[in-house]
């Protein structure tokens, strides 16, 4: 991963003189502290630098809390929130995500939709102390959690050198809502064969791997779910439920006494309850998490919230307040408005049993931060501003962070950082070569900083006159700090906005199968000395004296072949036409050697073919492009998407075949809107600008005009 220098940026704001002093406020214990200016990515580096005074994980603090400090970082919305954590991971900090259900109101998710997941995979990481920076998006924050002594129970680690009881995990991931599957390939399943326990954690990239002997653990690991391999060790996992929530006969019997109380729905539940009480999941559940965890009544008034996940001494951090408190009064009238629509519909719970008071919240935190003297004042600006607040619920000593972006009566006292917001040059690249000099005789630092490698190599190229620094990290913004004449500038600032690809087109990879745990019953499998056979089974057995493990593998006439764990690279899966099974070879008959004799000599004849054709192609010559030009970089830099991966090795393979003397022939090919005509455009602008005519071909005559309007 690129990281922004940590003699870089990081170091020159550490000598900036308002963040040195917020720094002593908060070490002062003063909260809470307002502030303002925090613009662009400087959210990111002023986070980065209060993670920095976090206590000590291992502090007696820590211990009497149960759990280490956090800083929570509240901003608006959940594309900020993302956008916040992202630049977090390029300065080196990592970030965790406490996702909303990102849904409409009163829309139910959709069932085992990847945000349950997510929640359960924060709401641990905080538990086993490994979230120390947290973002939220206002309604993340404020949506009910259950409460910490409920959810800690469902949390247990897994580590090597420990005991472990196959039978049971087995039985408590199933009580989880857990499916267990021959082999794991989706979120949300797990598998036991014989001593290998694979599960997959919604919420989780790669799925865990545990390896154990008899009762005690001998390997945990991570593999890539999709390629079913890549282990990486790990040496402890802490497994967690699919969900926030794990229905017990209790918790549904406290939410059909909850209900009952509320208008619209008492005696309505019935359906829900009984999926509830039989399947342990049900569509639309999560609108009745708050009932379920013990909400008390009244507006926003809810038991549990993020705030008692914090460890003493944790940082809250609340990002443009006048946006997260204009936005609490927007969503309860969203929310009002479609309640009485979705009554129609059936019951549900209205809008104050959904969501706590932003208000209620921060005055809680503020007042756990206040000292002793101070507590009754504190208590009474709360009470003020959340009358409806639960009494007596206490939550760990906190230290306040508030980014104010306007200025009002009280802005007077606020810490004003000194940071300027982004500029945009909205695609003008000679714009912003002339203010780049001025800035540069001015002795400022400009840092400029692009999205991938390529984008960064281009923008060398295009401002090779100007002594600054590009740096391929994509961070969400600039700012500018005059005090210490830095300049920090995005590439979207220079050409406009590009546009991620989604996360899943840029991570999805393809790998052969490298294990017999990713074999499935039934599964067609090659030997090879005894040719095409059928998986069964990974079977324990004592031969010799010796117990081991061997793979059961059926031939025809009934015959069985067990092949000792040690051989197994010998079996591969068998490839071949889809929908129509093979044959199964006979044990000790020739057929087997035939067939490889056969295929052996038609791979030889069609190599000596292939060998004809290229030894006429590579004598062939053709005509070679010339290298890019400031305008082939100044047009690549300019499209809206960033590139993925297998793009960028496509437009290099094209650019070096047409920079190269011999004839092109090369096919690209990939999914609809993975970007095979972004590669195609390159490829003509090069032969145009180099004075070549180009033939763009279409199959339709609708895509041949659309074509034809980009060019034109």
Not at 189 to 198: K, N, P, Q, S, Y
Not at 537 to 565: C, H, Q, W
Request: charged share 25%.
């Amino acid at each position: 991963m690129n990281t922004l220098p940590p003699q870089g940026v990081l170091d020159r704001l550490s000598a900036h003189a308002p963040l040195k002093a917020l720094l002593s406020l908060l070490r002062a214990g003063a909260t809470p502290v307002d502030i303002m200016e925090a613009e662009g990515s400087f959210a990111a580096v002023l986070a980065a630098f209060l993670a920095r005074e976090l206590p000590d994980p291992g502090g007696a603090a820590s211990a009497a809390r149960g759990g280490p400090a956090s800083l929570l970082v509240v901003v608006p919305t959940d594309q900020e929130a993302e956008a916040l954590a992202s630049d977090l991971s390029l300065l080196g900090v990592e970030a965790d995500i406490l996702p909303w259900w990102r849904t409409a109101a009163y829309r139910p998710a959709s069932p085992r939709a990847r945000a349950f997941g997510e929640r359960a995979a924060a709401l641990a990481r905080f538990l086993s102390g490994r979230a120390r920076v947290v973002v939220a998006s206002q309604r993340a924050f404020v949506t009910p959690l259950p409460p910490r002594e409920a959810f800690e129970p469902l949390v247990f680690p897994v580590e090597v050198g420990g005991s472990i009881d196959p039978g049971a995990l087995a039985e408590r991931l199933a009580s989880y809502g857990y499916l267990r599957v021959p082999r794991v390939s989706l979120p949300g399943e797990f598998a036991l064969r014989g001593e290998v326990l694979d599960l997959a954690m919604p919420g989780d990239e790669d799925a865990v791997r545990i390896v154990f002997e008899y009762d005690r653990v001998e390997r945990v690991a991570s593999f890539d779910l999709a390629g079913q391999a890549g282990l990486r060790d790990l040496g402890r996992a802490v497994l967690r439920p699919m969900k926030e929530m794990v229905w017990t006969k209790e918790s549904v019997d406290a939410l059909e006494a909850a209900a009952s109380a509320l208008p619209n729905c008492a005696g309505r539940l019935g359906p829900l309850l009984e999926e509830l009480r039989e399947k342990g999941e049900a569509k639309g559940e999560e609108l009745w998490y708050a009932l379920a965890h013990g909400a008390a009544g009244g507006a926003g008034e809810v038991e549990s919230s993020v705030l008692d996940y914090l460890g003493e001494g944790s940082i809250l951090f609340l990002l443009d307040r006048e946006r997260l408190v204009a936005q609490e009064e927007a969503v309860r009238k969203e929310y009002a408005g479609l309640y009485r629509t979705a009554l129609k519909d059936g019951p549900v719970p209205p809008p104050d049993r959904l969501l706590a008071s932003f208000a209620a919240l921060e005055a809680r935190a503020v007042e756990s931060g206040a000292p002793a003297s101070a507590a009754p004042a504190a208590a009474q600006a709360a009470a003020a501003a959340a009358p409806n607040a639960p009494a007596g619920k206490r939550v760990p000593r906190l230290r306040v962070l508030r980014d104010y972006a306007l200025r009002d009566a009280g802005g007077e006292e606020r810490l004003r950082l000194g940071i300027e917001p982004p500029r945009s040059f909205f695609g003008n690249v000679r714009y912003f070569k002339e203010e780049l000099a001025s800035l540069l005789k001015a002795g400022y630092e400009v840092r400029v900083f692009a999205e991938t490698d390529p984008q960064a190599e281009r923008i060398r190229t295009l401002l090779k006159d100007y002594a600054i620094d590009v740096r391929a990290a994509g961070i969400s913004a600039g700012f500018s700090v005059p005090a210490l004449k830095l300049l920090v500038v995005q590439e979207g600032e220079i050409f406009g906005r590009r546009k991620r690809v989604p996360k899943s087109v840029k991570s999805a990879r393809s790998s052969v199968i490298d294990t017999f745990v990713e074999l499935n019953p039934g599964d067609h499998v090659v030997h090879v000395n005894y040719g095409i056979g059928r998986f069964a089974s990974v079977e324990r057995m004592r031969v010799l004296g010796n117990e081991r493990d061997y793979v059961k593998i059926e031939y025809a006439d009934d015959e069985t072949v067990f092949v000792p764990i040690e051989q197994v690279n010998l079996v591969q899966r068998y490839i071949g036409n889809e929908g129509e099974a093979p044959r199964l070879d006979r044990l000790g008959s020739k057929s087997w050697e035939n067939r490889k004799n056969k295929v052996r000599k038609s791979v030889e004849e069609l190599a000596e073919r292939l060998i004809r054709i290229y030894a006429r192609r590579k004598a062939a010559r053709g005509y070679a492009f010339p290298p890019d030009s400031d305008w082939q970089l100044a047009f690549e830099a300019s499209f809206p998407y960033e590139e993925t991966v297998d793009q960028l090795r496509c437009i290099e393979e094209v650019k070096a075949d047409m920079e190269s003397v011999k004839p092109m022939d090369r096919l690209v090919c990939g999914d609809v809107g993975y970007g095979k005509t972004e590669i195609a455009m390159r490829a003509c602008f090069k032969a145009a600008t180099a004075g070549k005519q180009v033939a763009f071909l279409a199959p339709t005559t609708i895509l041949a005009e659309q074509h034809f309007e980009n060019f034109k």
